[in-house]
């Protein structure tokens, strides 16, 4: 049974970079599937944020793309999120979770919440 | 401002049929993408209960069904239990964004 869970600090100040992770057990990230990013701001609705594939190639919102950066290290089977110079309109609950390739996620993390705030 | 419109909220009361709309456009759902549909409860992670359009993943009841025609689709959800009181969110790629997409939200009520 396939598990994900986001790690990372909850509160970060205007300007400065996200940086979340996703611990995957279960099974092996190298093994195939695409691995992605989506955020909630409280009470509003869901964005995909980007997806990583097993070999390492990325697709990101083109809203997002030039703040944003998603890497895996399969030695710990784990997959990262980066998001530059935040905003308040970045805060909201991030989720990991597991896609096919038609896009949708069939396995997700708990979720963390993240608060941009000086 | 979501390319692919819910509508807001929809209720019925238990064991009756409700269905949850996903209008998108010739970009998106019209242009033949997959519409996915998500269940999340209060304070939960999003779940997944359709993908492409009318699958069923193991575990998610029979009462839950999607369908697709041309630029929309549908959830649907018959004999209606107080359990299946949640937020709906249908998802789809769209060329012209370049980018998945997910609906807007519908929250179901169970009167």
């Known amino acids: 049974q396939v598990q994900l869970q986001e790690s990372g600090p909850g509160l970060v100040k205007p300007s400065e970079t996200l940086s979340l992770t996703c611990a995957v057990s279960g099974y092996s990230i190298s093994s195939g599937y695409y691995w992605g990013w989506i955020r909630q701001p409280p009470g509003k609705g869901l964005e995909w944020i980007g997806n990583i594939y097993h070999s390492g190639s990325t697709y990101y919102n083109p809203s997002l793309k030039s703040r944003v950066t998603i890497s895996v290290d399969t030695s710990t089977n784990q997959f990262s999120l980066k998001l530059s110079s935040v905003t308040a309109a970045d805060t909201a609950v991030y989720y990991c979770?597991?896609?096919?390739?038609?896009?949708?996620?069939?396995?997700w993390g708990q979720g963390t919440l993240v608060t941009v705030s000086s | 401002q979501s390319v692919l419109t819910q509508p807001p909220s929809v209720s019925g009361a238990p064991g009756q049929r409700v269905t949850i709309s996903c209008t998108g456009s010739?970009?998106?759902?019209?242009?033949?993408?997959?519409v996915h549909w998500y269940q999340q409860l209060p304070g939960t992670a999003p779940k997944l209960l359709i993908y492409g359009n009318n699958n069923r993943p193991s575990g998610v009841p029979d009462r839950f069904s999607g369908s697709k025609s041309g630029t929309s689709a549908s959830l649907a959800i018959t004999g209606l239990q107080a359990e299946d009181e949640a937020d709906y969110y249908c998802?789809?790629?769209?060329?012209?964004?370049?980018?998945?997409?997910f609906g807007t939200g519908t929250k179901v009520t169970v009167l």
């Open positions: 979770a597991r896609l096919y390739s038609s896009g949708w996620a069939g396995c």
């Open positions: 998802q789809s790629y769209d060329s012209s964004l370049s980018s998945y997409v």
């Open positions: 010739s970009s998106n759902i019209g242009a033949g993408y997959d």
